[in-house]
T-cell receptor, first 113, second 112 residues
């Protein structure tokens, strides 16, 4: 899974601030995903994109935004509207098509200052 | 939408014994079921997956079984070792959909 790079590893957000998490992949995967992980919970889908310039909301999209201008990149912005942003954020990618496995990056841990 | 339930939430087994983690899903159209292992602070890693046209799949000490009628699937780890200690997540994917729905995870502890 070395082909999926998330940065930064740790990020701190001040009140009222937007922050952007980076996700880059060199696996030539079509689809990319953002998940949020909280303690004791599974991975919850924020947004996903199956093709460049197109993306769909997941289960918890409120307070987040994404873009997919390049196949390799799928940045996630945590906006000030997300009132509880402290979590571990994971980016994943896969080939399109049924039953293709998703591969994850190392994650970004976001905390509130 | 799909709903995946995972049990137990924590599991402790003696080294060398077997561990079993069970998941149920709600959507009978789901056709792909991966299992991920996540060590503390690290990325989830795919350890095994099964397609809906197969009832069982094995990879060394790890096996997954699928019962489509009952809509449940299980992870079996035999001859457990300390390095098996981690959180394990099951997931299910809907037919014709790229989305995975994850279970809430099982923290497995292997007791030396």
């Amino acid at each position: 899974d070395g082909g999926i790079t998330q940065s930064p590893k740790y990020l701190f957000r001040k009140e009222g601030q937007n922050v952007t998490l980076s996700c880059e992949q060199n696996l030539n995967h079509d689809a990319m995903y953002w998940y949020r992980q909280d303690p004791g919970q599974g991975l919850r889908l924020i947004y996903y994109s199956q093709i460049v310039n197109d993306f769909q909301k997941g289960d918890i999209a409120e307070g987040y935004s994404v873009s997919r201008e390049k196949k390799e990149s799928f940045p996630l912005t945590v906006t000030s509207a997300q009132k509880n942003p402290t979590a571990f954020y994971l980016c994943a990618s896969s080939m399109n098509g049924e039953r293709q496995p998703q591969h994850f990056g190392d994650g970004t841990r976001l905390s509130i200052l | 939408g799909e709903n995946v339930e995972q049990h137990p939430s924590t599991l402790s087994v003696q080294e060398g014994d077997s561990a079993v983690i069970k998941c149920t899903y709600s959507d009978s159209a789901s056709n792909y079921f991966p299992w991920y292992k996540q060590e503390l602070g690290k990325r989830p890693q795919l350890i095994i997956d099964i397609r809906s046209n197969v009832g069982e799949k094995k990879d060394q000490r790890i096996a997954v079984t699928l019962n489509k009628t009952a809509k449940h699937f299980s992870l079996h780890i035999t001859e457990t070792q300390p390095e098996d200690s981690a959180v394990y997540f099951c997931a299910a994917r809907d037919f014709g959909n790229e989305k995975l729905t994850f279970g809430t995870g099982t923290r497995l502890t292997i007791i030396p």
